[in-house]
């Protein structure tokens, strides 16, 4: 994929030209699988594993973490999810409001974002407008920097409803405790020792709205992502992840914003035999290779 001049991809806003939509008003993200497997993500058949060894343990540990503290952050959940019931039937009625999943249209969703976060913002208040703020939202929840309380303090105001944002900021600021973040060998405020490299992104692989109204929308975000610390010495190695957000969005103001979030575990692919790269090559890669924070 390459870029262009003003920052968005070739095409519809930096989508892989591979990927197509669906059928008439059900639009589908292409999704390459492998032949073979008749029950690719129920039952599949894996062969006999080696005994964990000691770092895959520790790489498990990492994610059971971060997976701990989203789920701490999300206890007691939004509020309001049953006010807008009557809105949301109309669904059923009208064909242009039924749930889609992601399929590129040629129109930008936005043409800007924040100065001091970089997140997007001004979605506009359709389908394609919620899907595309949920997934800019997953980018920064699953970031390295909401490790980090000041900058912390600076994204959940932005991305949250103004009812959720003191809720929210006391749960993660509990959530990402110094002792979670010496879990993962980090210090307090989220950075990694001299000579290591904390590494955590979020890479929506596609989305889909399953409740969509005036003022609120359910979107899951079907996510990648790579965590852990590279470099010589780093007792939690970089690790790939696959698990799905879901975020239920409010309409407040001119944007969307969110009114609580969750996460579970894959669908996650069949791994392949690929040999895994150094921990430099690895923390080149976070060096030289910027993160995208914009999606759909």
Request: proline residues 6%; glycine residues 12%; aromatic residues 6%.
């Amino acid at each position: 994929m390459s870029l262009g001049d003003d920052g968005y991809g070739d095409g519809y806003g930096g989508q892989d030209p591979n990927r197509g939509g669906g059928r008439g008003d059900t639009p589908l993200t292409r999704t390459r699988l492998p032949e073979g497997e008749d029950d690719l993500y129920g039952t599949p058949r894996r062969p006999a594993r080696p005994k964990p060894s000691r770092n895959l343990i520790t790489v498990v540990s990492v994610v059971v973490l971060l997976i701990a503290a989203i789920a701490f952050a999300n206890r007691g959940g939004g509020s309001g999810d049953n006010d807008d019931s009557s809105n949301n039937s109309s669904t059923d009625h009208d064909p242009a409001a039924q749930p889609r999943s992601t399929a590129p249209t040629g129109e930008r969703p936005v043409d800007g974002k924040n100065a001091k976060t970089g997140i997007a913002s001004g979605f506009p208040k359709t389908q394609q407008g919620a899907q595309s703020a949920a997934a800019n939202y997953a980018v920064a929840l699953g970031s390295a920097e909401i490790l980090n309380k000041e900058r912390r303090h600076e994204i959940v105001p932005q991305i949250f409803t103004r009812t959720s944002v003191k809720g929210i900021q006391r749960k993660l600021d509990q959530a990402y405790s110094a002792d979670m973040l010496h879990g993962l060998g980090l210090d307090a405020n989220g950075k990694a020792e001299e000579g290591l490299t904390y590494v955590s992104r979020t890479v929506p692989i596609g989305t889909k709205t399953t409740v969509f109204s005036n003022t609120k929308a359910t979107v899951e975000a079907w996510c990648t992502g790579v965590f852990g610390t590279a470099g010589e010495g780093s007792k939690t190695p970089v690790t790939n992840d696959w698990f799905t957000m879901t975020l239920t969005l409010r309409w407040e103001g001119s944007d969307w914003k969110v009114e609580s979030f969750s996460q579970k575990n894959g669908p996650a692919p069949v791994n392949n035999d690929r040999t895994a790269s150094t921990a430099d090559e690895i923390a080149q890669a976070v060096e030289q290779y910027g993160g995208f924070t914009y999606a759909r």
